[in-house]
């Protein structure tokens, strides 16, 4: 049972490039979330969507941030016109539907993208 | 809006001793998380906290979690090299995103 796979692991982008990092849930997993964490920082969150769904992107920037989670396929986290500041690892984690027992989260390794 | 606090930020550790990390939240969290990151890694699940004094525990490490003091510690018994990470506590408050606190790192020396 593969868990959460996010790929790629690095990315090294530059100014002003686009970055698409993408997220495959676990199987059974209909939720998806992604966080960003800066050096020596926590993680914070950004978006939580379901199929087809954007349920809460509260953590978004206002520009330049999108995410998807289409009906097939990875979830999408997409960074336009990238800047230095944009770099950090960027984390999915994947959930059962809430009412399931021992509600859990499970996270991918991360992607770390670098803006040169 | 839900806030999550640890302390400390930094503990290290000597071998064999005993050490508490603590993790306080603003406002009701319905479960609280507690991870592990090594360097460069991902987060790793150590525990899942639903009620009011609940405890659980996993070799040296053990976590407790008291809904009306809004506060949940990590315990380590005898620390032992292995145990070298940051350590996450997070909560879930209405809807489904976890709140993280700013970690915890740890370093065990011999």
């Known amino acids: 049972n593969a868990g959460v796979m996010q790929n790629p692991r690095h990315l090294v982008r530059r100014r002003g490039q686009e970055a698409r990092l993408r997220c495959s849930p676990m199987k059974g997993h209909s939720h998806v979330y992604w966080y960003r964490q800066l050096p020596e920082e926590g993680l914070k969150f950004m978006v939580y969507l379901q199929k087809e769904n954007i349920i809460d992107e509260s953590g978004m920037p206002k520009e330049r941030f999108s995410a998807e989670f289409p009906k097939e396929g990875p979830s999408i986290l997409r960074i336009q016109q990238v800047v230095r500041g944009d770099s950090a690892a960027y984390f999915c984690a994947s959930s059962p539907p809430s009412r399931t027992p021992n509600y859990g989260y499970t996270f991918g390794s991360g992607t770390r993208l670098t803006v040169v | 809006e839900l806030k999550v606090e640890q302390n400390p930020l930094f503990l290290s550790m000597q071998e064999g001793k005993n050490y508490t990390i603590y993790c306080n939240y603003s406002t009701t969290s319905d479960r609280l998380y507690w991870y592990r990151q090594d360097p460069g890694k991902s987060l790793e699940s150590l525990f899942v906290?639903?009620?009011?004094?609940a405890v659980k525990q996993e070799g040296r490490l053990m976590a407790s979690l008291d809904t009306k003091a809004r506060l949940s510690t990590l315990h380590i018994t005898a620390a032992v090299h292995d145990l070298s990470a940051t350590y996450f506590c997070a909560g879930k408050a209405a809807g489904n995103k976890l709140t993280f606190g700013g970690g915890t790192r740890v370093l065990v020396k011999p």
């Open positions: 906290l639903l009620s009011n004094g």
